[in-house]
Structure formats: structure tokens, C-alpha cells
């Protein structure tokens, strides 16, 4: 088939290389010139585990192509896949501008029928709206069907090839078959539905696994009160089938491009038809409140901050990537600077792009995690890469002025810290807090 590929982020490259080593024909398109120039160019504008490989081999084979000209790479298309962000509005509601000027430049470009399957994370009725716009611009035949994507970053590749379902929503049964053929080398978990419903299904889904981050995060800050070791209660709690076991890991809570913005506009979906979602919004505030532990924690310790030399470890909302959008650490450094602390930061990865958006004179850019701590008052663990819990804890301990570790992800284990001479302190241990 012949795919063009509206927005080339990290879901629109990735199912795009995904489709296009399933031996279809894929133009990837973006209005992000340089972005397109460094593809055409053979390199790569995100890191994830395994993508630099595919696209190669599969531009190479002339099966993958990178254009800014969205009216060329819909004209040649049999199917478009529209993959631009739908970013927080101040309100919390989805910005849908960037999806309404990709389909009114579709709308120029039709010149035969197209299968249109929205990937974006679009709120209920939105696909309903889209249809009715293109229609207004055009008189060729086309269908709207809403495929939500559930790839997590740095791990998009293979959540690509190896989907736990995907969700198909058609309104009319030829289009909803088409595009569950198109998805189906991939699953036989193919879940086809109405339009509504996958559009739901997907925001239902991401605030099910936030509700359950700060849900555990909850009973951790209660565990430290009670003397209850979260990871244990987790464990035991996981063995339950009903329960299950993922997204029950305590620490300093969720961050990214989906999570904060999908829970928000989840609670503005419902806020529109006078609907008020209570649970969400408290996972909201939980999570929020949560990444502001590790400060609490330190001021606990210090009292005040000012003067202090605080090594933030980690700057990427999670390991394997560099993304840092609503990533914790952003508020975290921002409460240290505020705080008048002194920042040592380091990241595998993430560091230029949290640079970019976040530079201050009182932050260090270190390359690595011993950089960092050199001459710190405490070291703080904000995302989980594994090189962190590796780190020789001798030539730590010597790198410091003060042995201090502050753990958001509980990567250590705090004997072996209390007994290399640190002060310890994690999420919901609560003997060595
Ligand atoms: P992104 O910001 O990485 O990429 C979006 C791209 O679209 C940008 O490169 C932008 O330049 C381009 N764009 C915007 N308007 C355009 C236009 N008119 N024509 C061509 N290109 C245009 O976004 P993303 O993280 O890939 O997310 C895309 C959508 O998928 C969002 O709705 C998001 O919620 C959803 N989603 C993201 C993830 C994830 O992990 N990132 C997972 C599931 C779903």
C-alpha cells in the first residue's frame, strides 16, 4: 500500500518505518524543515532503541521517504495516517489546530478516494469534526478511522511491532476492515469498535495507568508513615491476576508528552458535558504533588537549600529516551533554583534537550553521573537509568562533599548505601528514611 504519514514525531516516524519494513510504500511528511532535512539526511531527530537501524534499511530499499510536501505525498497515497501532536491548550483541553491544518491541506490534495487513520490522541468527536471539515473541502470519496496508538517512548519500536491490541474505530465496516488489514501482520489482537469508543479507549487506558501511578505513590507516602516497605506491598499486591503487577512502581510519579496531557484533557472531556471526573483530577494532584517529594526530603535534611549543590541524575522523563517534555525533573531543578540551590545536572541522553528549554547560570552540565555529584551536598535520582545504580559507590563517596542520596526511583538498595556511609532516603521505605 501506498502510506503517507502526516507528522513525523515519535509516533508518526516510528509506525511509519514500521509500516514501510512491512513492505509497504511510506512517505513520512512534517512542516518541520529541519526535521525532514536530518532524515533525508540519514540521521535521526529522537532516540529510541532500535529505530536508527530500520529507517536506514528501509530508506535504503527505497520503501521510506521524507518530504515537507504533504500535498505530493497524499496524492500517491492510498492511505494517510495523521500522526501531529494534539498538545495541552492553558484550559488543559487538546490543541487541535495542528490536526485541523494538516486535514485542510489533505483537502487539497484529494484527488481519489483515501483511507484517513487518525493516530493521534484526539478527544471524543473529534474524528466526527475532522470528517465533517474535509467533506466541507472536498468532494472525493474518503473514510476517517480512528486507530489510537499505545507505543510508549523508548521503547516504540518494538511496542510497535509487538502491540498488545490495537484499537480500530470505523463507523463504516469496509474502512474499519481495511485498516485492521493494514494492522494486522502486526496482531490478531485487533479490537474494532465505533469512533467514539476508540477515541475513548485510549484516554480511559493512559488515566487507568496514571491513576494507578499515583495510586501506589499514595500508599508509599503512607508506608514511610507506618513503617511499610512499598516495593514489598507492590509485590504482594501484583501477585493478584485482578490487579497485576506493572505500573505499581512507587517514586517521585509520572511525566511525558502523553500522560499529563491525556489525564488533562480526559477531565476537560468530561467538564464539557457537566460531567466532574473527581478521581482524575486527584491522580493529577497526587502526581504533581508527588516529584516535589525528593525536595520535601532534602529541606527535611538541609532546611534551607540556598547555597547548597544539589546532582540531579537523570533530566529524561523515563530511561532510553531524550524527551523531557513534563518530565519531573523540570520542576524539581526549577524548585532547587528557586530554593537557591546550585544544580549539577547529568543525563545519558536527555541533557541538550532539557538544556535547550531549561539553561540557567546556576546549573552545571556534567557528562556523567560522578561529574555530577563532584562536590554536591546530596546526589538526587530522577530517572531510572540503569548506568545510575551501577555507579562505583567508593568513588562516589569520595566525589561528595556530603554522602547524600536522595533516590526518586528506588533504584538502590539501601543497605548496601547505609553500608558504603550514605544517608539514604527513597519512595515509601520507610526504616532507612
Ligand atoms: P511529536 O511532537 O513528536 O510530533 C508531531 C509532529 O507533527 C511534529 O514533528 C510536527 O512538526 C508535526 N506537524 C504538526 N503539524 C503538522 C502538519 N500540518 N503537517 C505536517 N507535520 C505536522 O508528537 P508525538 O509524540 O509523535 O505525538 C503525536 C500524537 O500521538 C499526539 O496526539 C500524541 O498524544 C499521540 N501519542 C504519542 C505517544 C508518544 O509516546 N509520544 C504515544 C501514543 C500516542
Not at 516529584?291 to 530511561?319: E, M, N, Q
Request: proline share 4%; charged share 25%; net charge negative.
Amino acid at each position: 500500500m501506498r502510506i503517507a504519514v502526516v507528522g513525523t514525531g515519535y509516533v508518526g516516524l516510528v509506525s511509519g518505518t514500521c509500516f514501510a519494513e512491512l513492505g509497504h510504500d511510506v512517505v513520512c511528511v512534517d512542516k518541520d524543515r529541519a526535521k525532514i532535512a536530518l532524515l533525508a539526511g540519514g540521521d535521526i531527530p529522537i532516540h529510541e532503541p532500535g529505530l536508527r537501524e530500520l529507517v536506514a534499511r528501509n530508506a535504503e530499499a527505497g520503501r521510506l521517504g521524507f518530504t515537507t510536501d504533504l500535498g505530493a505525498a497524499v496524492e500517491r497515497a492510498e492511505a494517510v495516517i495523521l500522526a501531529v501532536g494534539t498538545p495541552s491548550l492553558p484550559n488543559g483541553e487538546a490543541d487541535l489546530t495542528h490536526l485541523e491544518g494538516a486535514v485542510r491541506e489533505i483537502a487539497s490534495a484529494m484527488n481519489a478516494y483515501k483511507l484517513i487513520m487518525t493516530k493521534s490522541t484526539v478527544p471524543v468527536g473529534t474524528n466526527a469534526r475532522l470528517r465533517a471539515l474535509l467533506a466541507s473541502l472536498t468532494d472525493r470519496p474518503f473514510d476517517i478511522v480512528s486507530v489510537p496508538e499505545f507505543l510508549r517512548e523508548g521503547s516504540a519500536v518494538k511496542d510497535t511491532f509487538h502491540p498488545d491490541r490495537i484499537v480500530v474505530g470505523a463507523d463504516r465496516e469496509e474502512a474499519g476492515a481495511a485498516a485492521a488489514a493494514l494492522h494486522r501482520p502486526l496482531t490478531d489482537r485487533i479490537f474494532v469498535t465505533d469512533v467514539r469508543s476508540a477515541e475513548m479507549i485510549k484516554y480511559a487506558s493512559n488515566a487507568f495507568l496514571a491513576t494507578k501511578i499515583s495510586f501506589i505513590n499514595e500508599i508509599a507516602n503512607i508506608c514511610e508513615k507506618v513503617g511499610a516497605d512499598v516495593g514489598q506491598v507492590a509485590a504482594g499486591m501484583g501477585l493478584d491476576n485482578r490487579i497485576g503487577s506493572s505500573f505499581l512502581k512507587a517514586g517521585i510519579g509520572y511525566g511525558g508528552s502523553c500522560f499529563p496531557k491525556d489525564t488533562r484533557a480526559l477531565i476537560q472531556i468530561a467538564g464539557n458535558v457537566d460531567y466532574e471526573f473527581k478521581l482524575l483530577k486527584s491522580v493529577v494532584d497526587v502526581n504533581r504533588d508527588q516529584r516535589f517529594s525528593v525536595v520535601r526530603k532534602l529541606r527535611r535534611l538541609y532546611g534551607d537549600l540556598a547555597g547548597r549543590t544539589i546532582a540531579v541524575w537523570g533530566l529524561a522523563f523515563k530511561p532510553n529516551t531524550d524527551d523531557v517534555r513534563e518530565s519531573p525533573a523540570v520542576d524539581i531543578v526549577a524548585a532547587l533554583l528557586d530554593l537557591g540551590a546550585h544544580v549539577r545536572a547529568c543525563d545519558p541522553i536527555a541533557l541538550p534537550n532539557f538544556r535547550s528549554c531549561h539553561d540557567h547560570e546556576r546549573i552545571a552540565w556534567c557528562g556523567d553521573a560522578l561529574e555530577a555529584a563532584q562536590g554536591a551536598d546530596a546526589v538526587c535520582l530522577l530517572t531510572e537509568w540503569p548506568e545510575f545504580a551501577a555507579v562505583d559507590l567508593g568513588r562516589l563517596r569520595q566525589a561528595m562533599r556530603q554522602p547524600v542520596l536522595i533516590d526518586g526511583r528506588n533504584q538502590f538498595d539501601a543497605e548496601r548505601l547505609e553500608g558504603a556511609g550514605f544517608a539514604y532516603s527513597s519512595i515509601g521505605r520507610p526504616a532507612l528514611n
